[in-house]
């Protein structure tokens, strides 16, 4: 039985890991650890990699981005101010009003799971400047 999965994006001398897929039946046998420990040590030791990084914080307004912070500090990642800018394409900026972000929280209302509507719910809010956006 497949416990967990880890994405991993690999470019010359640093790696990414996607944040790990697992099964929540095995949650308790903590699946994300053990394939976090494993890949970090074959990066870091095993490999010629210079940089290990586990993503940017989330966009999305509603997240478990402290849980995800604290997993991260757990396994020895610190966190790094970075600058996030989001350009629009031309003919979308006309959309970039507080009614389009009305219309996408109204939305969600109607499907909640749908992590597009909470990125583009997100990034409305951060170029409205509805919402602060962790930097982390």
Not at 50 to 64: D, H, L, N, P, T
Request: aromatic fraction near 6%.
């Amino acid at each position: 039985m497949l416990a967990a999965v880890l994405p991993v994006t690999e470019v010359d001398d640093w790696v990414e890991f996607d944040g790990c897929l697992s099964m929540d039946a095995l949650l308790r046998f903590r699946p994300n650890d053990t394939l976090l420990s494993r890949a970090l040590s074959h990066y870091l030791t095993e490999t010629d990699c210079r940089i290990v990084s586990f993503g940017v914080s989330s966009i999305q307004v509603e997240s478990k981005a402290k849980g995800l912070h604290t997993f991260k500090k757990k396994l020895g990642f610190e966190a790094r101010a970075v600058h996030r800018a989001f350009v629009l394409h031309p003919l979308l900026r006309p959309l970039t009003n507080s009614l389009t972000l009305l219309g996408v929280k109204s939305l969600r209302r109607f499907n909640r799971g749908a992590s597009r509507l909470r990125k583009a719910e997100g990034i409305l809010a951060a170029l409205l400047d509805k919402q602060e956006v962790a930097q982390a």
